[in-house]
């Protein structure tokens, strides 16, 4: 499996008009188009008949992060605003539903915007919950290349730092959504299966599936099963470098329990990945497993950004991988894995796991196009341009498509 080190990010590229940026989602979600890509050729539908195009017996594997209201804003008796973008938790930790329920005080790495404003040791937030007053408190411990350590502290410590956040927090749309916050983003940028804290943006895929939809699948004979990945701000990081060797993938929580990584093994029919984070999630899988046939021994396990090609001369099949992952959980007495993967797929890699991605359209000169150039190389160029000529919506907001990998 080549490196895709030397791809000039220049090659994925195409000109994305603002007015195609989706900056609302849809009446209803199921209205979304959605393109259908396989062996070259390419089919138009509604999402909500996207039960049609995924055969029986396939395995459809949803992300189940849930966003949280990831923007505190801080106003100052000024008048001025700081605002804190909580990205992730910092120091040690093992389950993000135990730092979300933590009370008193915590650590999260942030963004903070008008920093420059901040000139006290604490910055001051009250509000109510559950009728009762709060008082939040931030000061900054650390200043990291790209971000800060922040402490939070707050008092009553019957509040959670998840109900803090839900009370003061913003919801956290993507920066190319250039408008301000709305009562139904709220909602609508959740999936409608979305169930653990974590996510500073969307699994987007995820956003047009209804409860109807996931019932039809079950009907069909279409198993579903759900990881979870936290998605970062990382998603929107943008491609500086000249080529890929140069760009640093960033890293992101997975958490996956035992009885899913048995139904991806048992699974005889087609693995679907619904949205680029689940398939990541896949294949990040497939390359612990490998990782553990190299050193059942160690105590922990993360997938590093070139891991993959490096590992790739092992030529493991996927059940050997998968077995020697649940071996090694059953070694170190685990239910779960929860850790980082840090994967990058670009053109030249081979999937193991995943066969299908359902998926939005995504920006130009992004690692998540690349992710799809990977999957059905130069015909995603055909794809974006019909999408383009047929009036599909773009980014988060917008129209999905479904594609299967390409055959090599």
Known sequence: MPSPKNISITDYTYQLPDERIALHPLPERDQSKLLVWKNGIIQEDHFKNIVDYSPSESLLVFNNSKVINARIRFEKTTGSVIEIFCLEPAGDFTDYGLVMQQ???CLWKCFIGGVAKWKTDFLIKNC??????????ARIVEKLN????????WTPSSVSFA?????????????????????????????????????????????HFTPSILHHLKNKNITQAQVTLHVGAGTFKPVKSA????????????????????????????????????????????????KCIIDSKSENLSLLQWDAYLLAEH???????????????QLHNKNRIFTTTQLLIAPGYQFRIAKALVTNFHQPQSTLLLLVAAAIGDEWKKC????????????????????FMAES
């Open 163 to 207: 109900e803090l956040l839900m009370a003061v927090g913003e919801i956290p749309l993507p920066p190319y959504i250039k408008r301000t916050i709305e009562t139904a983003d709220h909602g609508r940028y959740q999936t409608v299966y979305a169930k653990h804290d974590g996510s500073v943006a969307a699994p987007t895929a995820g956003l």
């Open 103 to 105: 009370n008193t005080q």
């Open 128 to 137: 109510t919950i559950n009728g009762k007053s709060v008082e939040l408190k």
């Open 243 to 290: 080529t890929m060797g140069e760009h640093e993938m960033h890293s992101e929580w997975i958490d996956v329990d035992l009885n899913t990584i048995e139904s991806i093994l048992l699974n005889k029919g087609l693995t679907i990945a619904v949205g680029t984070t689940s398939l990541r999630t896949l294949e990040s899988l497939y390359w612990l497993g490998v």
């Open 315 to 329: 030529n493991v099949d996927r059940e050997t991988a998968l077995n020697a992952l649940l071996n090694w959980m």
């Open 146 to 153: 790209d971000a800060y350590i922040v402490a939070f502290e």
């Open 384 to 403: 974006y341009d019909y999408a383009l000529a047929n009036d599909f919506r773009f980014l988060s907001y917008g129209d999905a498509s479904l594609i």
